[in-house]
């Protein structure tokens, strides 16, 4: 049985799912054994890829994970999927649909699909996504997808995450390609039009071309030729070329240094936003909510009601 977090620990660095699963619902409950799992494991953490997944709502990225995924098995690596599920009014029942897309991987044991909501846990989806990121690292699964639909904040911090960014882009959008914020559209790495069965795949082709175009000038930086790709996830075509694409991005992220530079940023960006959390909270606690209030009532402004709570938390400190 699973009882203790050590064995939890054992357990999932055996790859075991049983306790793989335990541990990530320690870790969002917030149950301290979460943490000492963690402990216990990190040492083993940081083979794994981190491979983002992106786009406009309904572009097909469940879709092209699912098919991507078969391609890796048939490879004989071991895939794990965080599907982050947006509640959003676009899609409604994402995660259930995710599901679906997915079952076909559901009884095998190279595959860990594992779906976030991020309805009402704003700024916690990043934590819970780089906590089940570490968790299928120490698993050993050899690449971790993260999907995120690329429309908000919150997304564009996970593809900060990611060693690799794929976007994923489909025609008839239009102008609506600019939807995909510009800060994605600098942090991709390889590109994919997909649905290009669909009309007007070779106009949003073109528009793509000349966009990675112009930021290869303003960058200047050729070291990684970004691919542009094409793809038909719902009949599987163009995944064998992404897996490839993706593959080359990790040798070449090796080559340059950028894999460890990469997982640096990373964890550096984990232990600031923890540190920004529980200063937080703990500055709030020592009534900060009074404080608060003297700002909705405008007797206070937020900058010096800030240099209020800080000065509270380091008398505190102090103590
Ligand atoms: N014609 C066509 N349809 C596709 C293709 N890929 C996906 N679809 C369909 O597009 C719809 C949306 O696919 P999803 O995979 O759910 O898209 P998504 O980007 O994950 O959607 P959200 O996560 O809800 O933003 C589904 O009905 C798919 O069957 C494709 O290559 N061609
Ligand atoms: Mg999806």
């Not at 793989?20 to 040492?43: F, K, M, S, T």
Request: net charge negative; glycine share 10%.
């Amino acid at each position: 049985m699973l009882r203790s977090p050590a064995e939890v620990a054992q357990g999932l660095l055996a790859g075991d799912i049983a306790a793989g699963a335990r541990a990530i619902r320690w870790l969002d409950d917030r149950d301290r054994r979460g943490a000492e799992v963690l402990a216990a494991i990190y040492p083993h953490t940081g083979r794994a890829q981190v491979v983002g997944v992106t786009g406009p709502p309904g572009a097909g990225k469940s879709t092209l994970t699912d098919a991507l995924v078969a391609e890796w098995r048939r490879r004989g690596q071991r895939v794990g999927v965080i599907a982050v599920d947006p509640s959003s009014p676009f899609t409604g029942g994402a995660i259930l649909g995710d599901r679906v897309r997915m079952s076909r991987h559901a009884l095998d044991p190279g595959v860990f699909i594992r779906s976030l909501g991020t309805r009402g846990q704003a700024g916690g989806l990043s934590r819970s996504t780089q906590d089940a990121c570490l968790i299928f690292d120490a698993m050993g699964y050899d690449i971790v997808l993260v999907e995120t639909v690329g429309v908000g904040q919150d997304e564009i911090d996970v593809v900060n995450l990611a060693h690799t960014t794929v976007i994923v882009a489909v025609p008839g959008l239009g102008d609506e390609i600019q939807a995909v914020k510009a800060g994605l559209m600098e942090a991709g790495d390889i590109f994919v039009v997909n649905k290009a069965d669909r009309d007007g795949h070779d106009a949003t082709q073109r528009q793509m071309e000349l966009m990675l175009h112009l930021r290869a000038q303003a960058v200047g930086d050729l070291r990684w030729d970004v691919p542009l790709l094409r793809a038909v996830a719902s009949r599987g075509e163009g995944a064998a070329a992404i897996v490839d694409a993706i593959a080359a991005h990790r040798s070449f992220l090796d080559q340059e240094g950028d894999f460890a530079s990469r997982s640096h940023l990373r964890a550096r960006e984990q232990v600031l936003s923890l540190v920004r959390d529980a200063l937080a909270s703990r500055a709030l606690d020592l009534s900060g909510e009074a404080i608060l209030q003297q700002v909705e009532s405008r007797r206070l402004d937020p900058y010096a009601a800030a240099d209020r709570i800080v000065a509270l938390s380091e008398k505190s400190a102090a103590a």
